[in-house]
Antibody, heavy 119, light 110 residues
């Protein structure tokens, strides 16, 4: 059974930093492309960024609102995905979901972790 | 970049059929695959349609997807509505290395 479990969310002040994590199991993480998708309270889904598998280059792409502030990384030895968020803004407040991605499809989703940016 | 626009909400009685549209603002809807995700209240999203009209295993055949190039839109049709279908539905497509979700549609089963 595929499991994606996010952790690390919390309250952070504007301008601050936070790293959220995703523990993956039940599939071959090494071969998977992984994405982060967020959902602001009461709002829709927004793609944040993606990291390819190392065999496909391990490269990252980001949505325009977070480019230059957020960094996605992975530790294949531990089946872990990370999202480092710097220079946080109030509009970054959202539930952050970790997803496995196959081509253009967001396949399995975690339960999400809430990040609140507020003074 | 492009946008995907959906109606804000639709409602229908149990047993009836609803269709949700998803209109692409620029670029051809047929140029890249469209996916549909269901998000029940308090839950994470799950895929109900991928690659325009394919159903993942476990998704009932009451769910179907289609593409209409003339209106540059995709559609999700749910037939034989059940109360368990009450949820938010999002279309999704992509362009280069950018992935876009639709604005979302709330389906209410009266």
């Amino acid at each position: 059974e595929v499991q994606l479990v996010e952790s690390g969310g919390g309250l952070v002040k504007p301008g601050g930093s936070l790293r959220v994590s995703c523990a993956a199991s039940g599939f071959t993480f090494t071969n998977a492309w992984m994405s982060w998708v967020r959902q602001a309270p009461g709002k829709g889904l927004e793609w944040v960024g993606r990291i390819k598998s190392k065999t496909d280059g391990g490269t990252t792409d980001y949505a325009a609102p977070v480019k230059g502030r957020f960094t996605i990384s992975r530790d294949d030895s531990k089946n872990m995905l990370f999202l480092q968020m710097n220079s946080l803004k109030t509009e970054d407040t959202a539930v952050y979901y970790c997803t496995s991605q196959y081509d253009w499809v967001f396949d399995d989703w975690g339960q999400g972790t809430l990040v609140t940016v507020s003074s | 970049n492009f946008m995907l626009t959906q109606p804000h909400s639709v409602s229908e009685s149990p047993g009836k059929t609803v269709t949700i549209s998803c209109t692409r603002s620029s670029g051809s809807i047929a140029s890249k695959y469209v996916q549909w995700y269901q998000q029940r209240p308090g839950s994470s999203p799950r895929t109900v349609i991928y690659e325009d009209n394919q159903r993942p295993s476990g998704v009932p055949d009451r769910f179907s997807g289609s593409i209409d190039s003339s209106s540059n839109s995709a559609s999700l049709t749910i037939s034989g509505l059940k109360t368990e279908d009450e949820a938010d539905y999002y279309c999704q497509s992509y362009d280069s290395s950018n992935y876009v979700f639709g604005t979302g549609t709330k389906v209410t089963v009266l």
